[in-house]
């Protein structure tokens, strides 16, 4: 290659492994929030479902 | 008692929801958008000079290219949305402070949370480059520290709330910290003005940045914005109904 295209693209191969990690990280930071929020929600229903089973028998025994 | 009736309280169903996943899609769009024009569009600036010049497409090239720069499109774009996060937080902590409702001290806690999940990820596309261009993990530099000290706060905000049990003490508490990190804020984004030596570059006012790269972080900071919206609300909704849901449990019990 090109002494000068080469120092003209030195840096682009040994810089690709943090642009990388940069990007990959910057999703999986946001995934993992999506999936806090998710995993909340689905426990607040799970919990919900219970409630109205739980409010469901009361009235049965108070009838 | 007429004044807290016509205090109107953020809930879920109000109209911001009905932005939440049009935003959502709108964010991705764009942040997607951003992440093609950077790598396809917008040329790699260039760093040290070279000994000689190439023609290298339609230019004539005499520096090293900086593929590392392509790490700035999202860095701005993240670390504007935790400012804007810390603003509302500080802005609902003040709310809370003057209704003494705890709702919005609800609000105040999301909006440092999605703040504090902007700041992990600047922090994290920052060290990248950092790492590459000044080839240390890190560095006292102004900006970094100031950053630093904002996201040591936030975690303090957090570690504060679990440790009071009393739900006044703990909002009173947690709102003082939210406004004291929120004057952090303009702090981190001048340090780099108001110290000229600082080493951190700023794009903004040495006007480093052509139209394609502009129209770049514009689209990836508009982007993020949206993204730090929709998680906002969707944080909200899910926190409104796991509070709900306790609320109904004590009821019950009693």
Same mark, same amino acid.
């Given at each position: 290659?090109?002494?000068?295209?080469?120092?003209?693209?030195?840096?682009?191969?040994?810089?690709?492994?943090?642009?990388?990690?940069?990007?990959?990280?910057?999703?999986?930071?946001?995934?993992?929030?999506?999936?806090?929020?998710?995993?909340?929600?689905?426990?607040?229903?799970?919990?919900?479902?219970?409630?109205?089973?739980?409010?469901?028998?009361?009235?049965?025994?108070?009838? | 008692?007429?004044?807290?009736?016509?205090?109107?309280?953020?809930?879920?169903?109000?109209?911001?929801?009905?932005?939440?996943?049009?935003?959502?899609?709108?964010?991705?769009?764009?942040?997607?958008?951003?992440?093609?024009?950077?790598?396809?569009?917008?040329?790699?600036?260039?760093?040290?000079?070279?000994?000689?010049?190439?023609?290298?497409?339609?230019?004539?090239?005499?520096?090293?290219?900086?593929?590392s720069q392509?790490?700035?499109?999202?860095?701005?774009?993240?670390?504007?949305?935790?400012?804007?996060?810390?603003?509302?937080?500080?802005?609902?902590?003040?709310?809370?402070?003057?209704?003494?409702?705890?709702?919005?001290?609800?609000?105040?806690?999301?909006?440092?949370?999605?703040?504090?999940?902007?700041?992990?990820?600047?922090?994290?596309?920052?060290?990248?480059?950092?790492?590459?261009?000044?080839?240390?993990?890190?560095?006292?530099?102004?900006?970094?520290?100031?950053?630093?000290?904002?996201?040591?706060? @936030?975690?303090?905000?957090?570690?504060?709330r679990s440790? #009071?049990?009393?739900?006044?003490? +703990? $909002?009173? %508490?947690?709102? /003082?910290?939210?406004?004291?990190?929120?004057?952090d804020v303009?702090?981190?984004?001048?340090?780099?003005?108001?110290?000229?030596?600082?080493?951190?570059?700023?794009?903004?006012?040495?006007?480093?940045?052509?139209?394609?790269?502009?129209?770049? @972080?514009?689209?990836?900071?508009?982007?993020?914005?949206? #993204?730090?919206?929709?998680?906002? +609300? $969707?944080? %909200?909704?899910? /926190?409104?109904?796991?509070?709900?849901?306790?609320?109904?449990?004590?009821?019950?019990?009693?």
């Open positions: 290659m090109n002494p000068i295209l080469a120092d003209i693209y030195s840096t682009i191969l040994p810089s690709a492994p943090y642009l990388i990690a940069a990007y990959a990280l910057l999703w999986v930071a946001l995934l993992v929030y999506v999936l806090i929020i998710f995993r909340g929600t689905k426990k607040a229903e799970a919990q919900l479902m219970l409630l109205e089973e739980a409010v469901a028998d009361q009235q049965i025994k108070t009838q | 008692m007429a004044d807290k009736k016509k205090l109107k309280l953020p809930e879920v169903g109000q109209w911001p929801d009905k932005l939440m996943a049009p935003a959502l899609i709108a964010g991705a769009v764009l942040t997607t958008l951003g992440f093609l024009m950077a790598f396809f569009i917008v040329p790699p600036v260039g760093g040290a000079a070279v000994d000689g010049v190439e023609l290298i497409g339609d230019s004539m090239v005499s520096q090293k290219m900086l593929l392509k790490i700035f499109y999202f860095h701005m774009p993240v670390a504007i949305t935790s400012f804007l996060g810390m603003a509302f937080g500080c802005y609902y902590a003040v709310r809370f402070l003057m209704t003494k409702n705890q709702r919005f001290d609800t609000c105040s806690r999301i909006c440092l949370e999605i703040s504090l999940l902007f700041i992990i990820m600047t922090m994290i596309t920052g060290e990248m480059w950092t790492r590459f261009e000044w080839g240390v993990w890190w560095s006292w530099e102004p900006r970094l520290t100031t950053y630093l000290i904002l996201m040591l706060i @936030v975690i303090a905000y957090f570690v504060l440790s #009071v049990d009393e739900p006044e003490r +703990r $909002a009173t %508490f947690a709102a /003082v910290i939210a406004i004291i990190a929120t004057v303009p702090i981190c984004f001048m340090i780099t003005r108001l110290i000229p030596s600082s080493i951190h570059p700023v794009v903004l006012r040495e006007g480093g940045m052509s139209p394609e790269m502009g129209m770049c @972080v514009g689209l990836c900071a508009l982007g993020m914005l949206l #993204v730090g919206f929709a998680l906002y +609300r $969707a944080r %909200f909704n899910q /926190v409104r109904l796991t509070q709900r849901v306790e609320a109904l449990k004590e009821s019950l019990e009693d």
